[in-house]
């Protein structure tokens, strides 16, 4: 089966699960048990109308410096769809295979046209339709000073070496000047012994990437070449 691409035309999506004209959604990345059990998230509206929603759920893995979403095996989850009356909340139960400590999965949550809603009023509200995109692990985190940096011709590579996960802030390179050149969005996530590739600054010599995890900056040397 096809891998799923996460954007799709005619939807704005979030990896941020809030948003304070529609849903709110907690917790913002989900800790699954690493030998298997329960887990939840709630959706909840601040929407002044009803909004019909669809969670879908799929494993997660990255090859060739991209993400690779498929449909979840062994995992189950309920409800799939539902409607969310203004300030209310639905909790979404799940039942997560046993991964060894390995499991990463991607959650996505989208706002679909409310049933019975007229429609001009349907196609009025396509392009703001959101989606929004959610971690879960089911493992602990890797050291985040065991980051690889890599400066190749085209791209900038970052590996993960480590048995755990990554999610990596405020990614800036330094220049021979000193100056801090942003590198890549603002959240980028690298699962273990994983590669993401990043576009390279165009023409600032770079030596350094500095970063943030959870709140703590680190950085790393960046090494050239393949």
Do not use: C
């Not at 400066?151 to 999610?167: E, F, I």
Request: net charge negative.
């Amino acid at each position: 089966m096809r891998p799923l691409a996460l954007l799709l035309l005619g939807a704005v999506w979030f990896l941020l699960p809030a948003h304070p004209q529609g849903l709110a959604i907690a917790p913002i990345m989900i800790e699954a048990p690493a030998q298997g059990g329960a887990a939840s998230l709630t959706i909840s509206s601040a929407l002044k109308q009803d909004v019909t929603v669809q969670v879908r759920i799929y494993d997660w893995s990255q090859q060739n410096g991209e993400d690779v979403l498929q449909p979840a095996r062994g995992l189950r989850f309920a409800p799939e769809i539902f409607t969310l009356r203004p300030g209310t909340s639905q909790i979404v139960r799940m039942s997560v295979p046993d991964t060894g400590g390995a499991g990463a999965w991607r959650v996505i949550v989208d706002e679909l046209p409310t049933p019975g809603q007229a429609p001009e009023k349907q196609a009025s509200q396509l392009a703001i339709r959101l989606r929004y995109v959610l971690a879960m692990f089911a493992g602990a985190p890797a050291a985040p000073e065991d980051l690889q940096a890599n400066l190749r011709q085209d791209v900038l590579a970052l590996r993960n070496p480590g048995p755990g996960w990554l999610r990596l802030h405020d990614l800036s390179l330094q220049t021979d000047a000193g100056d801090a050149v942003s590198a890549g969005p603002g959240v980028v996530y690298l699962l273990p012994g994983a590669e993401i590739l990043l576009p390279p600054p165009e023409e600032a010599r770079v030596q350094t990437l500095n970063y943030s995890v959870n709140g703590q900056s680190f950085s790393a040397q960046l090494a050239s070449g393949r």
